[in-house]
């Protein structure tokens, strides 16, 4: 079966209606890239910056006729939103979705760890000597390819414990929550206030087996702090990989509670130019700076609260 791509780049705010648009039209759904992972502030903390919507016509004998109404849609569409031409590009694939799952490779990170892509077989090689984390992450943030995230899988490989209750706030795709179920600690909470990084997470946390040391929530470090969640609370190890603005208000909204004396705080998201503020907000807290990890323009800050 060959098949007609159709792109548009547009805004974060115009890909659901242009999904909605192209979803109309392709048998096999849409697909959506982020091309901005490296978030300018944003209190949410989501990916921002244009969005990529793909999705793929059949190539049969009505494609000129799908293709037209397509365009008619989008020209309604665009009555609303600006939206810029369709690109098109013909593909001679079986099948499309194993094209844009080629791109993504196992990625090694850290001494121990692999992050594998739940569509690939198993490593093979010198990768299969490593703790493999299985991720499909669909829309949720954290493929193991980001510098924040290899940063903070760096820290918990580094730092933890086996057995140390560890906490997890925006886990995204759960990434970094399975690498530590993977490396010993337990139990695990883990919450993002984003419903489908919730989804996701669950997903691929059940499919790396660790479903009974992670305890995945909808919600961020107020419902961590209330309890609702339950155990564990307060927690040796406690990772935060969001965005320095984000991490600065939750600092200051009691984070460092969530560590136990002694224990410490990984968090990250954070630009060179932003870790000075960090820094502050941490010490205000009482908290002694126990190292700055780099990666690109990245870095992660480990914060280490009193001893009791
Ligand atoms: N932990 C993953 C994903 C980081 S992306 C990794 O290291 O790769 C940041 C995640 O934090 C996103 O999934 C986003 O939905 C979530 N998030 C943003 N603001 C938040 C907040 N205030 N509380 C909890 N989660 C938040």
């Not at 560890?166 to 600690?185: R, V």
């Not at 705080?265 to 503020?277: H, N, P, T, Y």
């Amino acid at each position: 079966m060959h098949w007609l791509e159709v792109s548009l780049t547009v805004s974060g705010e115009a890909a659901e209606a242009v999904a909605d648009v192209l979803a109309r039209f392709a048998p096999e759904g849409v697909v959506h890239e982020a091309t901005q992972f490296e978030v300018t502030p944003d209190d949410k903390g989501q990916t921002v910056g244009p969005v990529i919507v793909r999705a793929y016509l059949p190539a049969d004998a009505a494609l000129d006729a799908t293709r037209a109404r397509l365009e008619e849609a989008l020209w309604h569409l665009g009555q609303i939103l600006p939206l810029p031409s369709p690109h098109y590009r013909p593909i001679a694939d079986a099948d499309w979705s194993e094209t844009w799952k080629a791109n993504f490779k196992p990625v090694r990170v850290g001494r121990r760890l692999v992050v594998v892509p739940a569509w690939l077989n198993p490593p093979l090689g010198p990768d299969a000597m490593r703790v493999p984390i299985v991720l499909d992450p669909g829309l949720a943030f954290g493929t193991g390819t980001h510098p924040t995230t290899q940063l903070c899988l760096a820290a918990i490989e580094r730092h933890l414990q086996p057995g140390t209750p560890l906490i997890d706030i925006g886990t995204g795709s759960g990434i970094l929550a399975i690498a530590a179920a993977k490396l010993g600690a337990g139990p695990i909470l883990a919450v993002d206030i984003d419903a489908e990084a919730v989804r996701v997470a669950r997903e691929n946390i059940a499919a790396n087996g660790v479903a009974d040391r992670i305890r995945v929530e909808q919600g961020s470090l107020a419902e961590v702090l209330s309890g609702q969640f339950g155990a564990p609370q307060p927690a040796g190890l406690v990772v935060a990989n969001i965005l320095a603005r984000v991490i600065v208000t939750l600092i200051g909204q009691g984070l460092a509670q969530t560590v136990t004396p002694g224990g410490l705080l990984v968090v990250s998201g954070i630009l060179e130019a932003q870790a000075f503020e960090v820094h502050a907000a941490l010490q205000a807290q009482g908290m002694t700076l126990r190292a700055q990890e780099h990666l690109e323009d990245w870095v992660a800050i480990i914060g280490q609260r009193e001893a009791a």
